[in-house]
């Protein structure tokens, strides 16, 4: 009987790094394939901006912010700031438009959010941790964690867990 053997297991790897990675297979194309072999060909077949611009959009956007609040709150602001600063700004300014520039400038590579999404989405999270399951779930782990094994047969395979209890499940 042929067992899976895990290689690696990371934490907090770089969505970048997991999603250039050709070497193993993940659930998404999988789910390409089972749908139309052609759509993973031509997913293989796109820059990474392009594979990214697939995945943007308002609702996406926030999921991905909410789940990050929720999962790394401890990095949320390193990746995050509120608009709330550029709502006083008359963009129709040549000052306005001077001080939008120099608050974008400030946050570089970091994603400006709304203040009514970040209003609902810690709306949600206080949701989630007053609930006395889930937050004991989420109590112990550690997000975004990526396993690499090769199964039984050979197949290269990866994925990635939102959240891995320090148990295992």
Known sequence: KQVAKMESLITKEPDA???????????????????????LKHYMSMTTEEQEAMFKSPALEFGKMFHHLV????????HYVSDEPLKELNLRTKDGKQAKAD????????????ED??????????????NRV?????????????VRWTDGQGCKCKA??????????
């Not at 999962?71 to 390193?78: A, K, S």
């Open 103 to 114: 608050f974008q400038a400030e946050h570089e590579g970091k994603t400006i959010i709304t």
């Open 71 to 78: 999962l790394e709150r401890d990095t949320f602001d390193d």
């Open 17 to 39: 790094v997991y999603h250039s990675d050709r070497e193993y297979v993940s659930k998404g194309w999988l789910d390409k394939i089972a749908t139309c072999p052609a759509k």
């Open 160 to 169: 990635r867990s939102d959240w891995l209890r320090d148990n295992g499940v």
């Open 134 to 146: 889930a937050s004991a779930l989420l109590s112990q782990g550690q997000p975004e964690m990526t």
């Open 117 to 130: 999404d970040f209003r609902i989405a810690e709306e949600m999270y206080s949701v989630i941790y007053s």
